[in-house]
């Protein structure tokens, strides 16, 4: 079993830049696939980046691409959203997730860190 932790959440303004992270517990993290989704009030929690287990390929949500990017360290167990030229849109509590599969469906998710951006 894998147990996600998210930190790096908090209040920005429009324009800021936050980096979260995502400390996975276990040895086997480098053999899961990794992302970050979102969800804002009254909507769907929605994929922002995956990456595979070598950081070697990646996606993005097509709205967020050139601003948002996604990493891993397998060293520290962590995966990385930096998160540039924030928008009072991307308001969202940010959930990491773990798959067995790139581009899978996820098997085991974070408690969500909040992430507000002011305009």
């Known amino acids: 079993q894998v147990q996600l932790v998210e930190s790096g959440g908090g209040f920005v303004q429009a324009g800021g830049s936050l980096r979260l992270s995502c400390a996975a517990s276990?040895?086997?993290?480098?053999?899961?696939?990794m992302g970050w989704c979102r969800q804002a009030p009254g909507k769907e929690r929605d994929l922002v980046a995956s990456i595979n287990w070598s950081g070697a390929s990646t996606d993005y949500a097509d709205s967020l691409k050139g601003r948002f990017l996604i990493s891993r360290d397998n060293a520290k167990n962590t995966v990385y959203l930096q998160m540039n030229s924030l928008k009072p849109e991307d308001t969202a509590v940010y959930y990491c997730?773990?798959?067995?599969?790139?581009?899978?469906?996820?098997?085991?998710w974070g408690q969500g860190t909040q992430v507000t951006v002011s305009s």
């Open positions: 276990g040895r086997t993290f480098s053999s899961y696939a």
């Open positions: 997730a773990a798959s067995r599969r790139f581009r899978g469906s996820y098997d085991y």
